[in-house]
């Protein structure tokens, strides 16, 4: 076997064994912050990333959202004229997904706050401000809740009983890359093939 020879299989082979690594990135964000009666929208920015809240009663207009930081569960975001500045069932928090779609996420959770008792939420996504559209999650606890990434530019919290607030999205992205040396050593596979080429075409 000649030296050419050795050398493609050698490049073969690093092909077959070209590894990647993977990296996440996460887009956390809290709606606790700001606290207090808010306007109608709200953007929270996490990695240059923004989505936007946006409050509406049922009808579909606009009303203030809360932010909302009394400890332990009662945290997030709710409505300001809900009760205990919560959402409730008249009334809902709808995001703007619109930015965070822009950086393909393979994961979306959330988590619901002030979620005791008899009260419980629904989840929607919509191609439409101001309506709730398509029911995709429902439940009565505040443990975080997976979903499928949505296709629509809007998910919407509502409560389905009692009160609620909305506290916080996780966004998680997965990019894989070629490992560092594996492409060092396909470099130098693909140099050495060359050079052997080279001293043949002169032989």
């Known amino acids: 076997m000649n030296i050419s020879t050795k050398l493609g299989v050698l490049l073969v082979g690093t092909l077959l064994c070209l ?16 606290t207090g009666t808010l306007g109608t929208s709200q953007s929270y920015t996490n990695n240059f990333v923004s989505v936007t809240a946006t409050g509406y009663n049922n009808n579909g207009t606009t009303t203030a959202l809360f932010g909302k930081m009394d400890g332990g569960d009662e945290n997030g975001l709710g409505i300001a004229n809900g009760s205990d500045h919560e959402i409730t069932t008249a009334n809902f928090v709808q995001l703007n997904l619109s930015s965070l779609l822009d950086v393909d996420p393979q994961s979306l959770s959330f988590t619901i706050g002030s979620s005791t ?15 709730l559209g398509t029911l995709v999650a429902s439940g009565n606890n505040e443990n975080p809740q997976s979903i499928t990434v949505p ?47 080279k001293r043949k075409m002169i032989a």
């Open 19 to 34: 590894s990647t690594s993977s990296y996440a990135t996460v887009y956390l964000f809290n709606f606790d912050s700001p």
């Open 117 to 131: 008792g008899e009260d419980a939420w629904k989840v929607y996504e919509s191609n439409s401000a101001g309506v």
């Open 151 to 197: 296709s629509a530019q809007y998910l919407s919290f509502q409560a389905s009983a009692g009160n609620v607030l909305l506290s916080t999205i996780t966004a998680n992205t997965q990019v894989n890359t070629p490992e560092p040396m594996t492409i060092l050593t396909l470099a130098s596979g693909l140099a050495l093939t060359a050079f052997a080429k």
